[in-house]
């Protein structure tokens, strides 16, 4: 038994009594298309890992008529996929779809990575949904992650969960690589010296640009007391799956921002409100006086 994707699986009625049924094949685990199958059932719009038995052929949509090798009179079901004004995507899909984005993925080259037909991914992404561990492992491998990952796992621990690479190469990054990383916005680190006069770091959402680091708080606050000194801020990321990631610090004097017109075009720009809620109104800008990274990379073999 061969399939590809968009064939319908057709299981009938068995000595046990069972219903027919039938569904499409979106997820092949061998090239070849030889079993298991992931199936959307029409009956219930639910996808599962199927091990056809006697009982079950393939009704080729595409690729062959009455004629051809494990076709049956089976009724063509059209792919049920989830219309956009509906959507309304889990955890999970919230995850594969800022993978693919973060990757610059399009759907249909996804899918073509995972195994998958692009509507089974766009049921993925958009609705709530738990595909079978082979449909999981097949995505997170065409993205580049984890399974564990897209599932949200290690949430609740810090990055760096992972074991150093091999031939590890850490290199120091310029200035333009730096602003690069730095992007337009994002979340990173200020450190300050609290009222007390202990260290204290606070991540914020911060937005960039001309070399200035702009970040809204409440006066009075941690951030806030970054205002007057010459402070540093951080931002990094990890990939717990390759070991790699990277840094960047840009160290500056930081002032309150009070121009109002300053102020409008920093709330007009801004990309998010900042995460922790609540009123906070006061813009803190960092100039950069320096700016410096480093990456860590696997090295060249050869």
């Not at 609290?194 to 001309?210: I, L």
């Not at 070991?243 to 004097?253: D, E, I, K, R, T």
């Not at 309150?256 to 300053?262: I, Q």
Request: aromatic content about 4%; proline content about 10%.
């Amino acid at each position: 038994m061969r399939a590809h994707l968009g064939d319908q699986l057709v299981v009938e009625r068995t000595r046990s009594g069972a219903p027919r049924r039938d569904g499409e094949i979106v997820g092949l685990r061998h090239p070849d298309g030889t079993p298991p199958y992931e199936v959307r059932w029409s009956d219930t719009d639910e996808v599962t890992l199927v091990y056809p038995g006697p009982d079950a052929h393939i009704h080729h949509l595409e690729h062959g008529g009455p004629g051809a090798p494990d076709a049956g009179a089976a009724r063509t079901v059209p792919p049920a996929v989830p219309s956009a004004g509906a959507a309304n995507p889990g955890d999970l899909g919230r995850r594969v779809a800022a993978e693919r984005r973060a990757r610059g993925l399009g759907r249909e080259e996804t899918a073509r990575r995972a195994g998958m037909s692009p509507g089974y991914l766009a049921y993925l992404e958009e609705q709530p949904a738990d595909p079978s561990v082979t449909a999981l492992i097949g995505l997170a491998d065409a993205l580049g992650t984890t399974a564990a990952a897209l599932r949200g796992g290690g949430f609740d621990l810090p990055p760096g969960q992972g074991h150093a690479l091999l031939r590890p190469r850490l290199q120091d990054l310029g200035p333009d690589e730096c602003r690069a990383l730095l992007s337009t916005h994002g979340i990173g680190r200020v450190a300050v010296s609290a009222p007390d006069g202990r260290p204290a770091v606070v991540p914020v959402n911060y937005e960039f640009y001309d070399d200035t680091i702009a970040f809204r708080t409440r006066p009075g606050s941690l951030p806030a007391a970054a205002v007057g000194t010459e402070v540093a801020f951080e931002v990094d990321h990890v990939d717990d799956a390759l070991s790699q990631g990277w840094s960047v610090l840009a160290v500056g004097p930081a002032s309150v921002v009070t121009d109002p017109r300053a102020v409008h075009g920093l709330v007009e720009r801004s990309h998010t409100t900042p995460w922790p809620g609540g009123e906070r109104d006061l813009w803190v800008s960092i100039r950069a006086a320096t700016l410096t990274g480093r990456r860590i990379t696997e090295a060249n073999p050869h």
